[in-house]
């Protein structure tokens, strides 16, 4: 093979003299390898810059999944370290996807080719910012799918019970309907007056109204209902009305007491009791499914509105005014499953008087669910959350909003505390984090003009975050 003939047909070499490039042949080292080697793993010394001459190559998150693959480079690329990078050790797996051919040149020449090799030098750092910056947009695109990715799991959860629900009560009322027609058989054998039918219905509307404005603090005990349905049931039982035990439970559960049947058949008589009652129950039934099936689609609802407001599905992509109490909100609601599995217990304190903040929503979005998705993960379970958010007015006339998030986890080690925010580095086990979460964050909060702090010690880690309001 010409090799020189081969360089030339590089793009990026198609204004790199002859020497130069017979300058790097010469102390390159011609490679060739078969399908499927691994040419460099997670944490080995990144030595050698690589140019491709045949086959192809991929770069691989190594975590096992069908979705491993984050970049391919074809022939006639060039990978590995180049000059003035900073690049010590490979962060993934470098794996060839077929039969390859490649020049490589260890580190060690690079000094004497920044020295020797102007235009070769020239082409090659050009590589390395378009390298940068398409590394920035994937990496700020899988985090911005790692965040999606992390709360996918606990909306479905969230959805799966109100949804169940809708599926259940639908499924009870549609049997429970077919046994109306003859509840309306019976109510049409009964003499009742409009005076009496209206009083029926008084009584049934006033305790559907009640319940619905219920406090659920006011709720009887489980001694206490078992008290009442016993009281009830012998009354039933003693006026002659048959099915006590279906009847029992319904009325129960919208506060219909004793005094309220004595109040029912002062009104309408012996002979119409069963039928009324029969009546009452059947459509305090009904009510309590359609109550049922209105409150799960209602957090559905809720659901779905926190995930469109989190992605902005609806919105353009400049800035706009944030009011950043509505961002931690959404995030909390769709991380509850996380919270929920751990049982812990999050205390929210955003002040009323917040000013909105001119940025973008969705990144804004990113820094709270990787900051509050960090301390559940950081705490045992039973832990304690704790988010925030106040005005901060500063001596010069300028303001800001300052918002802590604040958890009882193991903390971070003095160590460390100041690599966390540096690229690619994770305190979770392979696999669980990329190391891009807080290096993102950091980057979006300068995108907003502001900053982050954190302060840790075993058992408290607060991050603060501190945005400009203009």
């Known amino acids: 093979m010409n090799l020189l003939k081969t360089l030339h047909q590089f793009p990026l070499f198609d204004q790199v003299p002859d020497e130069q490039l017979q300058?790097?042949?010469?102390?390159a080292e011609v490679v060739s390898l078969p399908e499927e080697t691994v040419i460099n793993k997670p944490g080995s010394p990144a030595d050698y810059l690589i140019v491709l001459l045949d086959g192809r190559i991929r770069i691989d998150a190594g975590t096992g999944g069908a979705g491993d693959e984050l970049l391919s480079f074809e022939p006639h690329s060039v990978l590995g370290v180049l000059p003035f990078s900073r690049m010590k050790t490979n962060v993934n797996w470098v794996i060839t996807s077929s039969p390859v051919q490649m020049l490589q040149l260890h580190r060690t020449?690079?000094?004497?080719?920044?020295?020797?090799?102007?235009?070769?030098?020239?082409?090659?750092?050009?590589?390395?910012?378009?390298?940068?910056?398409?590394?920035?947009?994937?990496?700020?695109?899988?985090?911005?799918?790692?965040?999606?990715g992390r709360l996918s799991a606990g909306l479905a959860h969230e959805l799966n019970n109100p949804v169940a629900a809708v599926v259940r009560s639908a499924d009870t009322l549609r049997t429970h309907m077919r046994a109306t027609p003859e509840a309306f058989k019976t109510i049409m054998h009964l003499s009742l007056t409009d005076e009496q039918v209206d009083s029926v219905n008084t009584v049934f509307f006033k305790k559907v109204d009640q319940q619905s404005g219920a406090d659920p603090a006011q709720r009887l005990s489980l001694l206490e209902r078992s008290s009442l349905e016993d009281?009830?049931?012998?009354?039933?039982?003693?006026?002659?009305?048959?099915?006590?035990?279906?009847?029992?439970?319904?009325l129960i559960d919208y506060g219909f007491t004793v005094d309220d049947l004595d109040w029912i058949l002062e009104k309408i008589?012996?002979?119409?009791?069963?039928?009324?009652?029969?009546?009452?129950?059947?459509?305090?039934?009904?009510?309590k499914l359609v109550f049922d099936i209105s409150e799960a689609s209602k957090r559905i609802s809720i659901l779905t509105d926190s995930i469109k407001?989190?992605?902005?599905?609806?919105?353009?992509g400049g800035k706009e005014t944030v009011k950043l109490a509505d961002g931690i909100n959404n995030t909390l609601t769709l991380l509850n499953h996380k919270v929920k599995s751990k049982h812990i217990t999050v205390t929210v304190a955003l002040a009323p008087n917040l000013p909105a903040i001119c940025g973008w929503p969705g990144e804004l979005n990113q820094v709270w669910t990787n900051l509050i998705d960090n301390a559940i993960d950081a705490m045992p379970d039973g832990g304690s959350l704790a988010i925030d958010s106040q005005l901060d007015e500063r001596p010069d006339g300028s303001a800001f909003v300052l918002t802590k998030v604040i958890d009882n986890g193991s903390g971070i080690s003095a160590d460390i505390t100041d690599k966390i925010f540096e690229p690619f580095f994770t305190t979770k086990e392979i696999g669980k984090g990329t190391g891009l979460g807080l290096d993102i964050v950091?980057?979006?909060?300068?995108?907003?003009?502001?900053?982050?702090?954190?302060?840790?010690?075993?058992?408290?880690?607060?991050?603060s975050v501190c945005l400009p309001t203009q």
């Open 309 to 316: 407001n989190y992605t902005h599905m609806d919105r353009g």
């Open 109 to 148: 020449h690079l000094p004497d080719l920044i020295h020797t090799c102007y235009e070769l030098t020239e082409s090659l750092v050009h590589q390395m910012t378009t390298r940068v910056r398409d590394f920035t947009k994937l990496t700020q695109q899988n985090e911005k799918l790692a965040s999606l």
């Open 442 to 463: 950091q980057g979006i909060i300068k995108h907003h003009n502001g900053s982050i702090k954190v302060k840790s010690e075993p058992g408290r880690t607060e991050f």
């Open 231 to 250: 009281e009830v049931a012998d009354w039933l039982d003693d006026h002659g009305v048959d099915d006590t035990m279906d009847l029992v439970g319904p």
């Open 23 to 27: 300058w790097f042949i010469d102390r």
């Open 269 to 287: 008589g012996d002979e119409n009791l069963a039928g009324v009652i029969n009546w009452l129950v059947n459509n305090l039934v009904t009510e």
